[in-house]
């Protein structure tokens, strides 16, 4: 190594040497410095406040309604930003008060950003808009510049609550718009005023119209009356309690159930628009229902009444009102009708039709107008031991069948053996005629059918048959029943324990009648231009009326009934119904009976009153009182026509089987004559009255093989027009 380089290596180990040591001692100054500042630190004592410290708010104009104010909090810190936030943040606590405008915000502590005029509040949040809207929830983040609050539940506050003289708001979360007043939900909320609770899963409310809208799941809960309503959108106003319908809803009530899909619903009133297709079931405690349908329909649960309407309008799908009473199985079809459910009344105009359904041949009637109600019927039975026995089936002559069965509960007498019964039923025989059930009951104003008669498809009189001059019948002989003093002598005369005997008179009095029963029949009255039609049976009038206690129906003012061949018209005509037919006719006055035979000849029978019994739709018996006369147009043992019979008398009857005449009876006196049907003359032929109105008999058409009537369509016959305007 030569000289130089071992110079150079030497002063490069100087440098280095002295490079270090400076280091070193730097580190060794600075730590000295740091412990002789630790030890001014520790020896430093901070003097106490004088007085406490509370933020200073600066002083400007604090009803700015752009601008979130700090009013009051009892301490505030200022944080420094962090390095990539330059947004200035205060953290306040205690009684902590916010204003914007006339808004008010408290809560128990807040973050404070007034650089961007929002704010995040915390525990016990109260809001207050006015005087009138209360806000309360656990949590708040509020946006001053879009005026947009965001609430939510928690400890402080199990649920928010949005309270105005309206209502009461219930959500878990709630969006609350300032300048609209209008609370969002969308995770379930509750609604509540001092008629109604309403629940969905999304809905919003403004506080300031009143107005509040529900979306998915809406249930509204009516406190006054106990109705249901079900449905996916509703709106609904908190002042005047009124829910506009605007999807499929479903409307339950204590007896009521109703469907529609458009509508307004007064819950103050409980009263119901529907604007669209909706049904109305109504259910009696029976659970018996009475169903209404109509293109619009108005409820009104006050008086129980109900308007339904069929559409009018044109571009719009039109169907008819319908009216069904699943109890008495009636069917009423129209335009418009009107239902009392309270008196059980309906109402149908505008080409209404009655179909009545209870019967394999249903029954239709026609008219301008159909009412229709219940009426009460009532049943008694003697008052003697009223349900207190029930006796079987028995003969008069042989009591070894008679069983009895008496009540525990007996209030009138102790049992009586068999023996004192047979006595007591002996002297009752003259009241009990017949017995023809388990048990003996007495109906009121029942009504007396003679036996079933037959009728024929036409009035035939053969060589054999027998019109003669008769006298009159004989009065029939009168059963002789016991009088009540027979009947009284023959009750055993038993003491009751702990009571008197009972006197004559007062057991006189048990055998009154008392009620035992009341039950609903329906009505029917169909006015002006009625008409109703079977298979069987088709008749016109103006007004017809039809009860069903005692299957009559009364035809008023030109009636004309129709049975296969045969009409019948007069000045009123009463019939009784059997099952789907008539078995009973009656014409109290200026009766007339045609029936055509041939071209243009008809048997024509005319008179005062008729009356006629029928078997299975066809003629059995008749009878007719006073001016009677006849044209008839007898049919010959070869099924052919030759003569022309025509008799006048006072009084007739006729008696048929397997529809063919039997015998004719006419007295006290007859006067006819035969005409060979070659001498006939055209005035021979009919009787003054006589007119065949089949033009404005109901028919039947067949279309794509189904059979329909022509009125069933709410057609009227220009001929009927005429008929009834005559």
Known sequence: MTRYQKGLLGFIGVMLLTFFGNIAFCAFAQQVKK???????????????SKPIKPIIPSQNRYQSDKVFLE?????????????????????????????????????????????????????????QGDTLFVWADQLYYNGDAKLAKLTKGPSEPKVRLKDPGGELLTDTLDYDVELETGFYGCGGLLKDDVNTLTSIFGQYNSRTKDAEFFYDVELINHKDNFTLLSDTLYYNTATHMARIDSPTDIYGPNDTIYTSKGWYNTQLNNLEMLHRSTIIHKDSLGRATVLEGDSIIYDNA??????????????LSQPTIITDTANKIILIS???????????????????????????????????????????????????????????????????LELQYSEDSEFMPPISKEEMKGLLISMLGIIKEVNSPKI???????????????????????????????????KSESIEPSDSSIISNIPNRQIPGKQPPVQEEIKEEIEMVIKEIRDYHIAKAYPRA????????????????????????????????????????????????????????????????EHVDEDFYNQLSGKKMEAWFEDSYLKRLYVDGNVQVIMLPMENDSSFNKLVDAESSYMTVDLENKQVQKIKMWPEVTGNATPIFLIKKAQKYLPNFRWLDAIRPKRTVIDGVVRWDDELGEIPEELEMYFLE
């Open 441 to 475: 009951e007495v109906e009121v104003d029942s009504i007396s059918i003679p036996d079933s008669i037959e009728i024929s498809d036409s009035i035939n009189i053969s060589d054999n048959s027998e019109i003669s001059e008769i006298s009159e019948p004989s009065e």
């Open 72 to 128: 009051y909090a009892d301490s505030l810190y200022k944080l420094q930003p962090a390095w990539n936030d330059t947004t200035e943040r205060q953290i306040v606590t205690g009684n902590v008060k916010f204003r914007q405008g006339s808004l008010w915000m408290f809560c128990d502590s807040a973050y404070y950003y007034p650089e961007i005029n929002s704010l995040d509040a915390f525990g016990h949040i109260r809001m207050e």
């Open 35 to 49: 412990k002789e500042a630790r030890k001014k630190e520790e020896t430093y004592t901070r003097p106490a406040p």
């Open 531 to 594: 008409r109703f039609f079977n298979q069987d049976i088709q008749g016109v009038a103006d007004t017809l009326e039809i009860y069903e206690n005692d299957s009559l129906m009364y035809m008023k003012r030109k009636p004309v009934v129709w049975n296969d061949e045969r009409q019948v018209n007069g000045e009123e005509i009463i019939l009784h119904f059997n099952d789907t037919t008539v078995d009973y006719a009656n014409l109290p006055k200026s009766g007339f009976m045609a």
């Open 303 to 316: 008086t129980r009444i109900s308007w339904a309407y069929q559409y009018r309008d044109i571009t719009k």
């Open 335 to 401: 335009a418009f009708g009107m239902y009392n459910d309270s008196t059980k009344e309906a109402f149908a105009t505008g080409y209404p039709l009655l179909k009545e359904y209870s019967r394999p041949d249903t029954l239709f009637l026609r008219a301008d107008s159909i009412f229709t109600y219940i009426r009460q019927d009532t049943i008694r039975v003697p008052k003697f031991y009223p349900e207190k026995f029930v006796m079987e089936p028995f003969s008069a002559d042989n009591f070894e069948y």
